[in-house]
């Protein structure tokens, strides 16, 4: 599933990766969190960037997935996608 940067009051409050899309369709950013909504409810660092280079009609799609798996699907995500806003590859444990 998929929806708006602006809409994030429906985002799951499950553990899970999420992958936030330009415009375009192309992948700029991979995370994880415990609970996707509380992650970007509270403010996420990258929002304004994401927000002032690809404008509020970027999306953010996630798939959920069990806490004790988020960093392996984390990490393949972001060498897969290779994301612009993901400074580095998150560690495998």
């Given at each position: 599933?998929?929806?708006?940067?602006?809409?994030?009051?429906?985002?799951p409050?499950?553990s899970g990766?999420?992958?936030v899309?330009?415009?375009?369709?192309?992948?700029?950013?991979?995370?994880q969190?415990i609970n996707?909504y509380?992650?970007?409810?509270?403010?996420h660092?990258?929002f304004?960037?994401i927000?002032?280079?690809?404008?509020m009609?970027?999306?953010?799609e996630?798939t959920l997935?069990p806490?004790?798996?988020l960093?392996r699907a984390e990490n393949?995500?972001?060498?897969f996608?290779e994301?612009?806003?993901?400074a580095?590859?998150?560690?495998?444990v």
């Open positions: 599933m998929a929806v708006s940067i602006c809409n994030i009051n429906l985002l409050k499950a990766i999420y992958k899309r330009d415009p375009l369709g192309e992948v700029v950013y991979v995370g969190s996707i509380q992650r970007w409810k509270n403010g660092e990258k304004a960037i927000v002032e280079r690809y404008g009609e970027s999306t953010i996630w997935i806490r004790w798996l960093n393949a995500a972001v060498a996608h994301p612009e806003l993901n580095r590859t998150p560690s495998v």
